[in-house]
């Protein structure tokens, strides 16, 4: 498997995934400004939507969308309980919070990140932020992880898009249940093995 990333991207995800299930991957960096990866690739004939994460199978076949490329990863190892097994009730709980991280925070964090955006729609992502921060606060609880004490998909992609709040000037300190799930994720081996070859930590 190859996964085509960008350091500190939504990609990050996948990446955690791929170390933490032991599955045998590579990695190629994709310029997103220019559409173009590390060995001179146009990305857009790998991902024609110009995204990361994308994941290329060893057959050539490619899977895109951060919330399918975990699940695909995790099924390579079903021991590595990253991933409830398919059909029981826990995996459609799984599936619901993928579907929450992406549509309600991934998606939430883009006018932060896009210079155009108006103060106005920048300060109305953050209040809304904000509320899906202290949703998760009630509802990681006293909880290790999403799912209770095993650490699944969703916590690599929860870890992901928290780490941006730095980046766009939101402070988590006020919400001391994320605040400690994210230095729990954070020290991790395997996460902080990611995070290395990211450059993310030094």
């Not at 899977?63 to 079903?78: M, R, S």
């Not at 210079?115 to 300060?123: L, Q």
């Not at 939101?170 to 001391?176: A, V």
Request: charged share 15%.
């Amino acid at each position: 498997m190859k996964l085509y990333y960008k350091s500190g991207a939504c990609s990050l995800s996948p990446h955690i995934v791929l170390v933490e299930a032991g599955v045998p991957f590579t990695l190629e960096a994709v310029n997103l400004a220019t559409k173009v990866t590390e060995s001179g690739v146009d990305y857009t004939t790998i991902n024609p939507k110009g995204s990361v994460p994308a994941l290329q199978l060893d057959d050539g076949r490619v899977l895109t969308e951060g919330p399918a490329v975990v699940q695909y990863i995790a099924d390579q190892k079903p021991g590595s309980g990253l991933a409830p097994p398919a059909g029981s009730f826990e995996r459609y709980q799984l599936m619901e919070l993928l579907n929450f991280i992406t549509s309600e925070l991934h998606k939430s964090f883009s006018p932060l990140f896009n210079p155009n955006s108006s103060p106005d729609w920048k300060a109305a992502a953050q209040a809304n932020l904000e509320k899906k921060f202290t949703w998760l606060d009630g509802f990681v609880g006293g909880k290790q992880y999403l799912m209770g004490d095993t650490f699944t998909v969703a916590d690599a992609y929860l870890f992901t898009i928290l780490s941006w709040t730095p980046r766009v000037g939101l402070d988590l300190t006020g919400h001391p249940v994320l605040t400690a799930y994210m230095a729990r994720v954070a020290g991790r081996p395997k996460v902080q093995a990611v995070l290395k070859a990211e450059g993310l930590v030094s």
